[in-house]
């Protein structure tokens, strides 16, 4: 049987719930189980903690995806030979090469005049399938974005030479993953942190016949290069712009990379389209690929959780907000392989921890003594009581009791003054 080629271009959340199901549907397209898998990691390579992000991305397709990956560990260029000759092997024995999360400028300095290049060409050209997600998708294209020097370091905007796996596969572009950023809050993140302004200042850079290839965070563009089609699945969109203008392809879509193509050439006047095959339903068809379950990122997620255990304290419903911390962990849990740098797992934990303090707060409250919450109703009537005793109005004397023993509350005279206690047993003199 003849491999099929599939190229996967993921924008964000790589190793996330959102994008177990498109992993799982590619290694279900590869042949025999268990699929020979790598988890490539240079792009995180420099990063001291690297062996950690390799064992949760490692984890993460273990239990979530559930297929067994391996490493081609080539973390440097400098590595020793034999290191060097055996991540090569393990690419060169894979069905499936992942790489994903870390510095683009980095993998590209790690792999320029090194095999992997050309080993993930081949792959392409021959058969197997490349998933390449967050940093790693920048280095895909003719030209890459040194996201890192121009966003944190404040080096003018300006390209890499990229891989350029996709020239060959007749997409002359330069991916932009992250395409949906809102990390920034008051200021422009969108286009992998670039912000419109600077994305407009390196579209001035590109050659006329390069485009740029916007992947939304959460979403994959998986490319059957042996149908010659393309697929959008997951939460977002992917982007197809030149000189400022947009073409949209929603998730869903099913459409030819020629298409692509097409709408780089003539794309929408200013605005967004959304393409599809002929007689498809707005936002696309059913996707070559399964397409992924309905569900949040972690923030989104966060968010809802957040309200529905607020609204539970405010009903003082404390099973409804018990429910509400126990999903909230859930949801942390699935969410902790996610190689992706972001503090979305520091804000959910944040969540966690303030909804444990609030329900404590509640059970305090609930586990005060009775008698001590309605002491200052009982003595204002009490008050009231002895008013009327003084002015030797004894009807409303009784009348005040009996109310009271209505209640629960037992009045008892004696000579040192009324004391009272709840019926439940509870006294308070």
């Not at 290694?27 to 062996?51: C, H, M, W």
């Not at 030479?161 to 993140?189: F, I, K, Q, R």
Request: hydrophobic share 45%; net charge negative.
């Amino acid at each position: 049987m003849s491999m099929p080629r599939i190229l996967t271009i993921m924008g964000s959340g790589e190793t996330t719930p959102t994008m177990a199901r498109v992993h799982r549907a590619i290694i279900d397209r590869l042949g025999e189980k268990p699929v020979p898998a790598v988890v490539l990691d240079t792009p995180y390579g420099f990063q001291e903690n690297s062996g950690d992000i390799t064992e949760r991305a490692l984890d993460y397709f273990r239990t979530t995806v559930g297929a067994p990956f391996s490493v081609a560990s080539f973390g440097s260029a400098d590595v020793d030979t034999l290191a060097r000759e055996t991540a090569l092997l393990r690419i060169r024995e894979a069905r499936l090469v992942f790489t994903g999360p870390g510095s683009p400028s980095y993998a590209l300095r790690q792999w320029t005049g090194t095999e992997i290049p050309r080993l993930l060409s081949e792959k392409l050209a021959r058969g197997g399938a490349v998933t390449m997600a967050s940093a790693a998708a920048l280095t895909l294209g003719r030209f890459t974005i040194p996201v890192y020097e121009i966003y944190k370091v404040g080096e003018a905007p300006h390209w890499l030479d990229g891989l350029d796996l996709l020239t060959p596969l007749g997409l002359p572009v330069a991916v932009v993953p992250h395409y949906d950023n809102a990390e920034g809050g008051n200021h422009d993140t969108r286009f992998c942190y670039l912000g419109e302004r600077r994305l407009r200042m390196l579209e001035e850079l590109l050659p006329e016949d390069v485009f740029v290839l916007g992947v939304d965070g959460h979403t994959a563009l998986v490319l059957d290069l042996d149908a010659g089609r393309a697929s959008v699945l997951g939460l977002g969109t992917v982007t197809v712009r030149k000189d400022g203008r947009s073409t949209v392809f929603a998730a869903g879509s099913e459409v030819a990379i020629a298409d692509l193509i097409s709408a780089a050439r003539t794309p929408g006047d200013g605005g967004v389209d959304a393409p599809g095959p002929a007689g498809a339903p707005p936002g696309g068809s059913v996707a070559v690929i399964d397409e992924a379950p309905a569900s949040r990122p972690l923030r989104d997620e966060v968010a809802i959780l957040e309200k529905v255990f607020a609204a539970s304290l405010e009903e003082c419903d404390a099973p409804a907000a018990v429910r509400a911390i126990l999903t909230l962990e859930e949801t942390i849990q699935a969410w902790a392989n996610d190689t992706d740098q972001s503090d979305a797992l520091g804000v959910a934990r944040a969540a966690l921890r303030a909804a444990i303090v609030s329900l404590g707060e509640m059970a305090v409250a609930g586990s005060r003594d009775p008698a001590e919450l309605v002491a200052p109703f009982v003595d204002a009537l009490l008050a009231e009581r002895l008013r009327a005793r003084a002015a030797r109005d004894w009807a409303a004397a009784d009348a005040v009791r009996d109310r009271l023993l209505a209640a629960g509350v037992e009045l008892h005279d004696t000579p040192d003054g009324t004391t009272w206690e709840l019926r439940t047993g509870a006294s308070v003199k």
